[in-house]
């Protein structure tokens, strides 16, 4: 399990376009989110450097938690 703070998400909108992101990356991916406390918990293959690129292209800046 990766486990980010991502700062500037702070709506759904934000939300969606990060599961979409990680989503895009490894479809079966599990993507929790918090917006109070800013967390992402993603449950994947993928390493966490590559799920940590795949927020910040989509426009975001997470930071490993």
Do not use: N, W, Y
């Not at 939300?15 to 992402?40: M, N, R, S, W, Y």
């Not at 994947?44 to 975001?60: E, K, V």
């Amino acid at each position: 399990m990766a486990r980010f703070t991502v700062p500037d998400m702070t709506c759904g909108g934000c939300v969606k376009a990060i599961t979409g992101a990680v989503q895009k990356l490894d479809p079966k991916a599990t993507v929790k989110t918090d917006l109070e406390t800013h967390l992402v918990e993603i449950d994947s293959t993928q390493p966490a450097a590559a799920l940590m690129d795949a927020i910040d292209a989509a426009g975001f800046t997470p930071k490993a938690a």
